[in-house]
């Protein structure tokens, strides 16, 4: 039976947002959105941060992270906010956080922001592509293929026919050979809604038109990282 | 260099697989050590996919009481799902454990819990994925030493054949004490595999099977088993802990990312079970009542609920409601629960227990229905089974939880129990008819707006240690007939009536009285595509009767004949506390359709009170 303490409990339709950046690498990159925001959400339990919890039938904290990325990317600024029913010292709340979760998922810093998560509208990535090929010579294949406005991404879904293109974001993109068998791509790509992409649509792209996958002894031979969140004017967004 | 190429070729594939989290390890209170500082490495597999094993409470508490040793380092491994173990092999990764991410064979010794007859072939599959040979014979001095736990090891010789030893009953302080055997053997240079399993066979609950010989008569029934030296018990006493509220508890479960099971926090009130019902293994072998306090498990949740932050607390033994201080339980719980909105869950609830008071406290109502288990249609069949339960507990219950607001009520029932008739079969319809009955009677202010109630029947699977252990299965198409035959008799548009797949419970049977000539054909299931079992959507009844055809074994000799009274059972090495006089008075009680007490009334002498322990209710201990 729901208690009517539960049902009268007081209802602020303004709680405070205390946004939290934090990392997630390493072995942290499996972990799905879904199992991220479990994981926060008794992490915040566990942390006794006062969670302004939601006012249904079955209350829980309320959570909001920024935009989503795909299992096994990794990235150095995610954002979450947690809406709380009074105001914390925010270090306070992050090092109580920290202690709360696992060691690879750390909470960078802690603040009340002035804007909201959907202002971010870019994200900038690094990819990082081991490959058995001569790197220059791949890097000059990307290149010339990521400065193609056509550059499309095709069978997307198993069985469906679908296709994106890719090439109209990734103009900026930087292409450098790090090494004889390595090679490190950098690009801007969106993550407002309507605009979003996901840089692994770009790989994929870059392995249908030049195969360079093929044959690789791993399955997984690149790995993407988000290096930082930028606002419309592509400027870090806090 | 070896490990870094091994996690590389590991990370390469996880990107393509389902859930890649399960495979890496890293969660909140995993329990990492430092390799130089431990003498025994020990690895406890669960052989089901990670989802599945993170919830089992058995393995959380032995991982907590291995590493509670400072000289022990349990890691904990668990079968990849049937995507990643292709992979695996496609790309020669082996499995490893998730702590450190090194492969089984680095591991002195192995634990692997056997919580269901139809994991045997995922078990024998991990073993393939971890290249270590199946039989233990073909394992050297080089193999780590394989222990098997768990209910199934009640009746383990079908996988006598691939395992060093068995922990018989329950293993907080065995799997310990067995650790410092090996450990204190490889200090004194006196470890040889032979020489560890001998000293094994001579400590408490410890079944080397390898050490005693087994011998049949002409007609393929069991004539003896011989032990091979004179200073190895003739009979394996299981282990208890006698008192609970002194017993290692996991108030650090590991906390997994992704979502299990049974995704919430875990108190384990009591052990065994007042109720004998005939057909139940658990209720037996997990005798005597052992209760724990009040006070012990109030301070318990606390500490879970803190170091975990779950919104859900269940209650957990055989029977929630038989539990002699539920009321001052739930009392003390709700006291600081329902503020922080935790919610309280009882599953395995008896409807002659089962209270408005009781459905008050458990605020498990936006959570859908509740279920019960009345397991037999008419009276003269529960009587049979001794369940116990009369239909006006069952409707009582049910109009209790109507009244609640719920909508939706489950019940159990079993078919193809001893002396069924299709009369029993009609009373399962009725009885359903009658539930949603109820409903209607319920005031309108009171009850939901629709009312479903679903029949879920399983077929009986005749178990070691239970007063039909001796009883034939009845043949596969009767077992089938029958359902059929309930299916028509259920008409009530309101009633849903779901049945388990009879040939599942066929070959579950064959496993569960199964002897060690089942070995070989449990060795094609694991490899032959029959590893995931106990998934329904992987389990092939023609492979299993191949696999039968085979290696020469006749599946009716194990599942369908009615064993002799005076037959050596496979399982007669083993004594789980209640005696085998004792389920043969309630075989011939369950005959003359006559009901036996439960504890709380009235000692019955099964026996069980032998093993000691702080019981709850055996007067012979008072």
């Given at each position: ?5 539960k049902?009268n409990r ?28 479990r ?22 904290p ?9 299992v096994?990317m990794?990235?150095e ?14 270090a306070?709340a ?5 202690a ?14 002035d ?9 900038q990535?690094?990819v990082?592509?081991r ?7 791949l ?10 406005p ?7 879904t198993?069985?469906k026919a ?10 900026d993109?930087?292409?450098?050979a ?14 407002s ?8 649509y ?12 093929e044959g ?19 400027k870090?967004?806090? | 260099?070896e490990?870094m190429?091994r996690?590389?070729r ?6 393509s697989?389902s ?14 050590k430092d390799?130089a500082?431990?003498?025994?490495r020990?690895?406890t ?7 599945i ?6 393995m959380?508490?032995l991982?907590e ?7 022990v ?7 990849p799902?049937?995507d990643m ?5 496609e790309?020669?990764i082996?499995?490893t ?17 056997l ?31 394989i222990?098997?736990?768990?209910p ?5 010789e079908p ?16 799997l310990v004490?067995l ?8 200090e004194?240079g006196?470890y040889?595999k032979?020489?560890?399993?001998h ?7 410890f ?5 005693y010989d ?9 004539r ?6 004179d ?6 006493t299981k282990?208890i ?9 996991p ?14 926090i ?9 109720r004998?019902?005939?057909?139940c293994?658990?209720g037996?072998?997990?005798r ?16 879970l609920?803190?170091?975990t ?7 957990i033994?055989?029977?929630t ?5 539920i009321?001052?339980?739930t ?11 935790v919610?309280l ?11 408005k ?13 509740i ?6 249609g008419?009276?003269?069949?529960r009587?049979?089974?001794n369940?116990?339960?009369r239909?006006e ?7 209790i939880?109507?009244a609640a607001?719920?909508e ?9 129990l ?7 079969l ?9 539930a ?10 009171q009850?939901?707006r ?5 029949v879920s029947?399983s077929?009986?699977?005749p ?17 089938q ?6 299916k ?12 388990h797949d009879?040939?599942?419970s ?5 496993l569960a009285?199964?002897?060690r000539?089942?070995a070989?054909?449990l ?6 595509g ?12 023609d492979k ?8 020469g ?13 005076d ?17 043969k008075?309630e ?8 009901t036996?007490p ?5 000692c019955?002498g ?12 055996c007067?012979?201990?008072?």
């Amino acid at each position: 039976m729901v208690s009517e303490e539960k049902v009268n409990r007081p209802c602020d339709n303004t709680p405070i947002r205390l946004r939290f950046r934090f990392r997630k690498v390493g072995r942290l990159r499996y972990v799905s959105h879904l199992e991220l925001v479990r994981t926060v959400s008794k992490a915040a339990t566990r942390a006794g941060i006062p969670c302004w919890f939601t006012q249904g039938f079955n209350p829980v904290p309320k959570i909001v992270f920024g935009t989503p990325m795909s299992v096994g990317m990794e990235s150095e600024c995610e954002f979450v906010e947690l809406r709380l029913t009074e105001r914390v010292e925010p270090a306070d709340a992050l090092e109580r956080l920290n202690a709360a979760t696992p060691a690879e998922l750390t909470f960078l810093e802690a603040y009340y922001p002035d804007n909201k998560l959907t202002d971010q509208c870019f994200a900038q990535y690094e990819v990082l592509v081991r490959t058995d090929k001569n790197a220059e010579n791949l890097a000059a294949a990307f290149r010339r293929l990521l400065s193609d406005p056509n550059l499309t991404c095709r069978n997307l879904t198993h069985g469906k026919a679908s296709e994106r293109v890719v090439g109209r974001q990734t103009g900026d993109a930087t292409v450098v050979a790090t090494g004889k068998n390595t090679l490190r791509l950098t690009m801007t790509l969106g993550t407002s809604q309507g605009e979003f992409l996901n840089p692994d649509y770009v790989m994929i792209a870059l392995d249908q038109a030049t195969g360079f996958l093929e044959g690789s002894p791993i399955e997984n031979a690149y790995l993407i990282r988000r290096l930082a969140a930028l606002d419309k004017d592509k400027k870090t967004f806090r | 260099m070896e490990q870094m190429d091994r996690l590389d070729r590991l990370h390469g594939i996880l990107k393509s697989v389902s859930e890649p989290a399960a495979y890496v390890g890293g969660e909140l209170y995993e329990v990492k050590k430092d390799k130089a500082d431990v003498k025994v490495r020990n690895a406890t597999v669960f052989p089901e996919i990670y989802s599945i094993g993170m919830s089992n409470l058995g393995m959380r508490i032995l991982y907590e009481c291995l590493n509670a040793a400072p000289d022990v380092w349990c890691e904990r491994v668990f079968a990849p799902a049937p995507d990643m173990g292709e992979k695996m092999q496609e790309y020669k990764i082996p499995l490893t454990a998730l702590e450190s991410g090194d492969p089984l064979t680095d591991f002195d010794i192995v634990g692997v819990t056997l919580q269901y007859e139809m994991c045997y072939p995922t078990a024998l599959h991990v073993f393939d994925l971890a290249g270590i040979p199946l039989y233990s014979r073909d394992r050297g001095e080089e193999y780590p030493i394989i222990v098997g736990g768990g209910p199934c090891t009640y009746n383990a010789e079908p996988v006598a054949d691939f395992f060093d030893v068995f922990s018989i009953g329950e293993g907080e302080d065995a799997l310990v004490e067995l650790s410092h055997l090996y450990r204190d053997m490889k200090e004194a240079g006196t470890y040889t595999k032979a020489a560890f399993l001998h000293a094994a066979a001579k400590l408490p609950g410890f079944y080397v099977p390898s050490l005693y010989d087994v011998s049949y008569n002409d007609d393929g029934t069991i004539r003896a088993f011989t032990p091979l030296y004179d200073d190895i018990p003739m009979k394996i006493t299981k282990r208890i802990i006698g008192n609970l509220d002194d017993a290692p508890y996991p108030l650090k479960p590991v906390i997994p990312y992704s979502e299990t099971v049974h995704d919430r926090i875990v108190l384990e009130l009591y052990r065994g079970c007042i109720r004998g019902c005939r057909f139940c293994q658990a209720g037996m072998v997990y005798r005597p009542i052992r209760e724990k306090s009040p006070e012990k498990l109030c301070e318990q949740a606390r500490c879970l609920y803190e170091n975990t932050g779950y919104d859900e607390i269940s209650l957990i033994s055989l029977s929630t409601s038989d539990y002699s201080k539920i009321d001052e339980l739930t009392d003390k719980l709700l006291s600081w629960t329902d503020e922080r909105n935790v919610s309280l869950s009882l599953p395995s609830l008896r409807v002659d227990s089962f209270t408005k008071e009781l459905m008050d406290r458990i605020s498990g109502v936006r959570r859908g229905g509740i279920t019960f288990a009345p397991e037999a249609g008419t009276q003269r069949l529960r009587d049979v089974i001794n369940k116990n339960v009369r239909e006006e507990d069952l409707l009582r219950a049910v109009g209790i939880a109507y009244a609640a607001g719920k909508e939706s009520v489950k019940l159990y029932f079993m078919q193809g129990l001893p002396t069924e008739t299709h009369e029993d079969l009609c009373g399962i319809a009725k009885l359903a008819s009658d539930a949603v009955h109820v409903f209607y009677e319920t005031p309108k202010e009171q009850r939901g707006r629709n009312v479903r109630v679903t029949v879920s029947v399983s077929c009986f699977v005749p178990k070691p240690f239970t007063a039909f252990q001796w009883e034939g299965q009845d043949p596969l198409e009767v077992l089938q007939e029958k359902q059929l035959y309930l299916k028509d008799q259920i008409t009530d548009r309101k009633v849903v009536y779901h049945y388990h797949d009879a040939k599942v419970s066929r070959v579950e049977a064959v496993l569960a009285r199964g002897d060690r000539r089942l070995a070989p054909s449990l060795v094609l299931a694991a490899r032959e595509g029959s590893a995931y079992s106990a998934w329904s959507e992987h389990f092939d009844y023609d492979k299993w009767m191949d696999y039968f055809a085979r290696t020469g074994v006749d599946p009716a000799f194990y599942a369908n004949r009615t064993f002799g009274l005076d037959e050596v059972l496979p399982w007669d090495l083993i004594d789980c506390g209640v005696t085998k006089d004792y389920l043969k008075r309630e075989r011939a009680r369950a005959y003359a359709e006559k009901t036996t007490p439960s504890c709380a009334e009235h000692c019955n002498g099964c026996g069980a009170d032998r093993l000691g322990g702080n019981t709850r209710w055996c007067p012979k201990k008072k």
